[in-house]
C-alpha cells in the first residue's frame, strides 16, 4: 500500500514538472495579450459644454492648446478637493482642468484652466452655466463665487494660501510652502508648480 501511494505521489509530481517545464519554454510570439478593459471616466455635460465654450473662445484668438475640432482630449487622472469636482483632460502636449464647487446650481462657474508644460502657455477662465465665458486671466482666478479649489488645495496640503496685489492693480491668489518659495495657487493646483 506505501509503495502503491508512493507511487501515485511520484507521478503527480513528474506529471506537475512536465507541465511547468513546458511553461518555461513557452513561445509568447504566438500568444494574444489578453485585453484589459479600460475605465472610462464619465464626464458630465456641464464640464464638456465649459471644455467646448473655452474651446470655441479660443479659436478666434489664441493659437496655443487649441487643437483643431474633432482631437480627442482624454481623460487624466488627478487630485480632488473635498467640495470640489474636478476633471482633468490632456490633449497634444496640454492639459485642461474644468473645476467648480459643490453642490452644483445654476449660478455655478466653472474654471477652467489651460496649460502647455513644454511652451509654458497658462490660461484660465470662468465659464457660467450657459456655457459663455464670463472672465479671463487673473479676474478669472479669483472670483468669489468659485470658493477656490485651488485655495483649498494649497491648505490641504498643508500651505499657506494669500492674496496677492500686483503691480497692475489686480489680485492674485499665492500658495506659499514651507521653504518660503510660493506660486500661483492655480498653478500649484494643475501641478504646474511646487515646493522645492
Not at 102 to 127: D, I, K, M, R, S
Request: one cysteine or more.
Amino acid at each position: 500500500m506505501i509503495k502503491q501511494q508512493s507511487l501515485h505521489i511520484a507521478l503527480v509530481l513528474l506529471a506537475a514538472l512536465t507541465i511547468l517545464a513546458g511553461c518555461v519554454g513557452l513561445d509568447e510570439s504566438n500568444v494574444e495579450p489578453m485585453a484589459v478593459p479600460q475605465v472610462e471616466v464619465q464626464t458630465p455635460p456641464h464640464v464638456l459644454a465649459a471644455r467646448r465654450s473655452v474651446l470655441n473662445f479660443l479659436r478666434e484668438g489664441a493659437n496655443e492648446c487649441v487643437p483643431p475640432r474633432g482631437v480627442v482630449w482624454e481623460s487624466l487622472p488627478g487630485a480632488a478637493v473635498e467640495g470640489f469636482d474636478v476633471y482633468r483632460f490632456g490633449s497634444e502636449g496640454c492639459q485642461m482642468t474644468v473645476s467648480y464647487s459643490l453642490p452644483e446650481t445654476a449660478e455655478t462657474l466653472y474654471h477652467v484652466t489651460l496649460h502647455n508644460g513644454e511652451t509654458g502657455f497658462c490660461w484660465q477662465a470662468n465659464v457660467n452655466d450657459a456655457g459663455s465665458v464670463v472672465n479671463t486671466g487673473l479676474e478669472a482666478g479669483m472670483l468669489p463665487e468659485l470658493a477656490n479649489a485651488a485655495a483649498a488645495y494649497c491648505k490641504d496640503q498643508g500651505y499657506t494660501y494669500t492674496v496677492a496685489d500686483q503691480s497692475d492693480g489686480t489680485q492674485c491668489g499665492v500658495c506659499t510652502f514651507d521653504d518660503g518659495q510660493s506660486c500661483n495657487a492655480w498653478a500649484y493646483f494643475q501641478g504646474i508648480c511646487g515646493p522645492g
